[in-house]
């Protein structure tokens, strides 16, 4: 099975957004995957400094980016429309059942057990860097963020990707890494380090991040 | 289709935890999806004071509970092992595809839109509750996590079930909003507690809660 060549995939994403979060909109991962099959996608821009209205809600109730419509279903959350696309195609999820489930074990790993602990070094690093507790709170997240890195470089010892296939689950578990881009933390982790770049440097990777960054330089705002 | 009744089902739990935890640890989304389908398991008991050895970790790469074994596959992270007792019985994820995915779309809602805020403050109040700046820290954390319920019990509103009918996406949200049980933040949001209540009051989560806390007491450290 793969996706009818016809389809009308719509996905939300954003006009502009800061230099920190550019390259980093969760729309990426939806792009990358949707590249690696070819499956040609619009995405609908809305502005990151507006508060998205009350339609857009019905869409995506948390206002977040990205929400997904094909036409045939009408969903949110990058997780949830990657699997739904990996369902769809084998590319991007091998279909044996331990080879499915374990694409899908991982996905949610990198939401769920890595994911939250490097965002709270982001949200120390950047949006509270003019905070004290920042600066005092940021060791022992530090220290959290490090044991999963730790546990998640032993698993993939002697692996190029988590499933052994490329899958969703290295799409969503590099994303997830490149949200500490900013500090040198995975520099700690070699093989980890090796990983997020052999997903860099994936074409599909570069065209979906081609695609995200496009609309930034036209939209940037203007000094009033 | 639904799960062979002469499965084995083996899944990952702990012997004894301390008591912010008990009822609180992930083995309880999988015993209560259990228990709402009828369908026996075997939980194999570890250890939560002891480090996990590599045997374990080969099961569960951080070291966490639960994982999960039938014969026919072997995986983690209560998500991906919630999505696999869903896609097997009708009774925990219907099968229309926009109600199937709007129950996977839940479900990872709960995993990375919802939990991460509620765990920053249960890291705040239970696990650093001596430190200076958790204390500091907690109000922006507060802030966003409510923003995320108020998201919440707004696309709730009139409905028992996020998807309209009890699903998979209910026992991942309603055990995540038991993550901060040690606060009264729920009852901000009057529409979430009555949800919250809901999943409580029914017969499969106290026979999963029980489940979950009967070795608890056997297994109870004793003062030296």
Known sequence: MSIDPNTNIEISAFKWVPDFAQGMVRDMRIRWALEEIGQPYEAVLYDATQPRDADYRQWQPFGQVPAFDDGNVRLFESGAILLYLGEQDERLMPRSPQAKWETTTWLIAALNSVE?????????????????????????????????????????????????????????????????????????????AAYQKRGEERPAFKRAMKAQMAPFAEHEPQPA
């Open 116 to 192: 939250p602990m490097l965002m709270t070094i982001v949200m120390y690093d950047i949006f509270h860097r003019d905070k004290d507790w920042a600066t005092a709170a940021r060791p022992a997240a530090l220290e959290l963020a490090e044991a999963r890195l730790k546990s998640l470089s032993d698993a993939l010892a002697g692996k190029d990707w988590l499933t052994g296939q490329f899958s969703i689950a290295d799409i969503m578990m590099v994303t997830v890494l490149r949200n500490i881009k900013h500090t040198d933390i995975i520099n700690g982790f070699p093989k980890l």
